[in-house]
């Protein structure tokens, strides 16, 4: 399953947008690039999950190029609650023991 | 719906000693699994199930048992605890078996072996 790479860490000031870009070089057909959240203390929260161009739900945008080997996670607007780390994972629908948290992006929002 | 639901949230053990890590979920999810979260690491998959009274080995499952017996249960059980499994441990569950379904997690359980 491809592996991701994405930056260690950002920082933002509140009420700028932030885009966190996600590297998947080797991604498959059938692959989805999907992304977690989590805050400290707690278990990994599921944002959104795309497959190619932009995806948009009410927390999120994912915008994915047409040769699918990057993306980018969107933020509008980020509050001091959106401080948290990032995880960009490429999802196969054969197996969910195939999923791969890497290190993922932290984010730190500065007041 | 309590959702996934994780105790104890903090244990701590000597060397040798054993202890189970209950995780429950009330969604009716097939699929289960197991994972441990230490410190500047992502999460690492121990087992997982993809249904009642079916197990199988993750990415580090050595040093640890699992079962499941009942759609919503599937315990962790740490037979002689060492130092190196000090970590956190998430379960998480879905609907399916398909990586590309929702994973909701638990809360955590925070082990320290001493």
């Known amino acids: 399953l491809a592996k991701t790479t994405q930056p260690i860490s950002m920082d933002s000031y509140e009420g700028q947008e932030v885009n966190i870009t996600c590297s998947h070089n080797n991604i498959a057909t059938n692959d989805y690039i999907t992304w977690y959240q989590q805050f400290p203390s707690q278990g990994p929260r599921f944002i959104i999950q795309g497959y190619k161009t932009k995806v948009t739900n009410e927390v999120a945008s994912l915008f994915i190029p047409a040769d699918r080997k990057s993306s980018t996670l969107s933020l509008p607007r980020v509050s001091l609650s959106d401080t948290a780390v990032y995880y960009c994972?490429?999802?196969?629908?054969?197996?969910?023991?195939?999923?791969?948290f890497g290190t993922g992006t932290r984010l730190t929002v500065i007041p | 719906n309590a959702g996934v639901t994780q105790t104890p949230k903090f244990q701590v053990l000597k060397t040798g000693q054993s202890m189970t890590l209950q995780c429950a979920q009330d969604m009716n999810h097939e699929y289960m699994s197991w994972y441990r979260q230490d410190p500047g690491m992502g999460l690492r998959l121990i087992h997982y199930s993809v249904g009642a009274g079916i197990t199988d080995q993750g990415e580090v499952p050595n040093g640890y048992n699992v079962s499941r017996s009942t759609t919503e249960d599937f315990p962790l059980r740490l037979l002689s605890a060492a130092p190196s499994q000090t970590s956190v441990y998430f379960c998480?569950?879905?609907?399916?078996?398909?990586?590309?379904?929702?994973?909701?997690f638990g809360p955590g359980t925070r082990l320290t072996v001493l």
């Open positions: 998480a569950s879905s609907y399916g078996g398909s990586s590309t379904d929702t994973q909701y």
């Open positions: 994972l490429v999802a196969r629908e054969t197996g969910a023991n195939n999923l791969f």
